[in-house]
């Protein structure tokens, strides 16, 4: 059973880099072929692709972010880490880590709520 679970601050001040860590248990992100990527969904809007990290440890980013978004891992943890620089308040939103092939991914983290405000 694969599992994603999503961890960070709940509370970001603006300007301030926010730092999630995705913790994957049942599977390894090396394993050949997966991505795995960090999606976010705002109060009452749809989701949104921030990017990915895949099984050969590149990443790509939206184009939006890119200039804000930095996706990493720990192999030795099984982690996969987002940071994303100089929150402001439209970055409110859920993030979620989920696992997949190129398509629609297959494994869902539960997500976590992350909140911008001083």
């Known amino acids: 059973q694969v599992q994603l679970q999503e961890s960070g601050p709940g509370l970001v001040k603006p300007s301030q880099t926010l730092s999630l860590t995705c913790t994957v248990s049942g599977a390894s992100i090396t394993t050949n072929h997966y991505y795995w990527s960090w999606i976010r969904q705002p109060q009452g809007k749809g989701l949104e692709w921030i990017g990915y990290i895949g099984y050969n440890g590149f990443p790509k980013y939206s184009p939006s972010l890119k200039s804000r978004t930095s996706i990493s891992r720990d192999i030795s943890k099984n982690q996969v880490i987002l940071q994303l620089d100089n929150i402001t308040p439209e970055d409110r939103a859920v993030y979620y880590c989920?696992?997949?092939?190129?398509?629609?991914?297959?494994?869902w983290g539960r997500g976590t709520q992350v909140t911008v405000s001083s």
């Open positions: 989920t696992r997949g092939l190129g398509g629609s991914p297959d494994y």
